[in-house]
């Protein structure tokens, strides 16, 4: 591990808690009885989907907000991203009196637009991909001088994300081994280089679905790839890393242990469970740590933290994994 040279450390993380602290919520660790039997050690449930705006974004886009300048927050910043990226941006930007900018594509439903308005943002729709609006970003950050606050590959972002992983310290402090939920890697850097900073023999396991999994392909590669985006109920773990990754890819190289990947049917046995079982509404992304458990994808010989990154998910679509109806994720564009 060459901890020294990554660029967010332990440090960046403590600044950020106490930057952010406030103005975001600190959320609750509950054991499960049920995957605790399951498992033969004590297995706790991180119940991060409890946070305000429904994910842990919240944490990453406020602390990014805070570290701007008071010149950079009044010219506005911006963001392509129509799930929780998105809505954390806009709650945190207006919470500072900034005005957020989301961009997204001609093709996003009009209920994500209309969410993403209530919370404050302006909304710009352009083109028909991902893509085209990324592009619109960038014409606004060159023309219009906005600050692009990106998902996931920004120092800010991932030290505040890492502030998931002191409470997880804090709350369950002979941990043994986290389980991470992972896309572009913001959550899962952040969390290695907390937990591992503060406790170098746990472990740190990186979680996502088995077709269209940018990172994991790209750290077979050792260099970021491109990869098909495949729909899944795990819809925000899509994604790619970006080719010209800076911070999250050599950051999950050198921390993560592992890196599981889930079926369509095991993202869904993790969600009917989470609600059958533990009582919790969550959507796919973050159903994969307790899916992993349930298909004996993990061991461990200390306590399990699987953290449940978020509640975003269609409600209609949700009844349909609990009745067994679903396990196919729907584009949702
Ligand atoms: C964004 C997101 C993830 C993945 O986070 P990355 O930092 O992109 O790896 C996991 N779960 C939920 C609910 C998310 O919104």
Same mark, same amino acid.
Not at 100 to 115: D, G, H, Q, R, W
């Given at each position: 591990? *060459?901890?020294?040279?990554?660029?967010?450390?332990?440090?960046?993380?403590?600044?950020? !808690?106490?930057?952010?602290?406030?103005?975001?919520?600190?959320?609750?660790?509950?054991?499960?009885?049920?995957?605790?039997?399951?498992?033969?050690? %004590?297995?706790?449930?991180?119940?991060?989907?409890?946070?305000?705006?429904?994910?842990?974004?919240?944490?990453?886009?406020?602390?990014?907000?805070?570290?701007?300048?008071?010149?950079?927050?009044?010219?506005?910043?911006? !963001?392509?991203?129509?799930?929780?990226?998105?809505?954390?941006?806009?709650?945190?930007?207006?919470?500072?009196?900034?005005?957020?900018?989301?961009?997204?594509?001609?093709?996003? %439903?009009?209920?994500?637009?209309?969410?993403?308005?209530?919370?404050?943002?302006?909304?710009?729709?352009?083109?028909? *991909?991902?893509?085209?609006?990324?592009?619109?970003?960038?014409?606004?950050?060159?023309?219009?001088?906005?600050?692009?606050?990106? %998902?996931?590959?920004? %120092?800010?972002?991932?030290?505040?994300?890492?502030?998931?992983?002191?409470?997880?310290?804090?709350?369950?402090?002979?941990?043994?081994?986290?389980?991470?939920?992972? *896309?572009?890697?913001?959550?899962?850097?952040?969390?290695?280089?907390?937990?591992?900073?503060?406790?170098?023999?746990?472990?740190?396991?990186?979680?996502?679905?088995?077709?269209?999994?940018?990172?994991?392909?790209?750290?077979?590669?050792?260099?970021?790839?491109?990869?098909?985006?495949?729909?899944?109920?795990?819809?925000?773990?899509?994604?790619?890393?970006?080719?010209?990754?800076?911070?999250?890819?050599?950051?999950?190289?050198?921390?993560?242990?592992?890196?599981?990947?889930?079926?369509?049917?095991?993202?869904?046995?993790?969600?009917?469970?989470?609600?059958?079982?533990?009582?919790?509404?969550?959507?796919?992304?973050?159903?994969?740590?307790?899916?992993?458990?349930?298909?004996?994808?993990?061991?461990?010989?200390?306590?399990?933290?699987?953290?449940?990154?978020?509640?975003?998910?269609?409600?209609?679509?949700?009844?349909?994994?609990?009745?067994?109806?679903?396990?196919?994720?729907?584009?949702?564009?």
């Amino acid at each position: 591990m *060459s901890g020294k040279t990554l660029p967010v450390q332990l440090d960046d993380i403590l600044s950020a !808690a106490i930057r952010i602290d406030g103005r975001v919520c600190r959320t609750p660790m509950v054991a499960s009885v049920v995957l605790s039997e399951r498992m033969g050690v %004590p297995v706790h449930l991180k119940l991060e989907h409890h946070q305000a705006t429904g994910s842990f974004k919240l944490r990453g886009a406020t602390n990014a907000i805070l570290s701007l300048t008071r010149e950079e927050r009044a010219r506005g910043v911006v !963001a392509a991203s129509t799930g929780n990226h998105g809505r954390a941006l806009a709650i945190a930007a207006s919470a500072e009196g900034a005005v957020a900018t989301i961009c997204m594509s001609s093709l996003v %439903p009009e209920n994500k637009v209309a969410e993403i308005r209530r919370l404050g943002a302006r909304v710009r729709i352009i083109g028909r *991909s991902q893509d085209e609006a990324q592009e619109e970003v960038d014409r606004l950050v060159a023309e219009e001088g906005l600050v692009m606050v990106p %998902p996931f590959d920004h %120092p800010a972002i991932v030290a505040g994300q890492g502030t998931l992983g002191l409470e997880i310290v804090e709350q369950v402090p002979e941990i043994g081994t986290v389980l991470v939920p992972l *896309s572009g890697g913001g959550l899962a850097a952040g969390i290695a280089a907390a937990v591992k900073g503060l406790r170098p023999r746990a472990r740190v396991i990186g979680l996502t679905m088995e077709r269209g999994a940018a990172m994991k392909a790209s750290l077979d590669a050792g260099r970021p790839v491109l990869v098909e985006e495949v729909a899944s109920l795990a819809d925000s773990l899509g994604g790619g890393i970006g080719l010209d990754n800076r911070v999250t890819f050599a950051m999950c190289r050198d921390l993560l242990d592992d890196v599981v990947l889930l079926s369509e049917a095991e993202i869904a046995a993790g969600i009917a469970h989470a609600y059958s079982v533990e009582r919790e509404v969550v959507e796919g992304a973050a159903a994969v740590g307790i899916g992993a458990l349930l298909a004996g994808k993990v061991k461990s010989l200390g306590a399990i933290v699987a953290i449940l990154s978020g509640r975003n998910i269609d409600m209609e679509q949700h009844r349909q994994v609990i009745n067994g109806d679903a396990i196919h994720g729907k584009d949702a564009a």
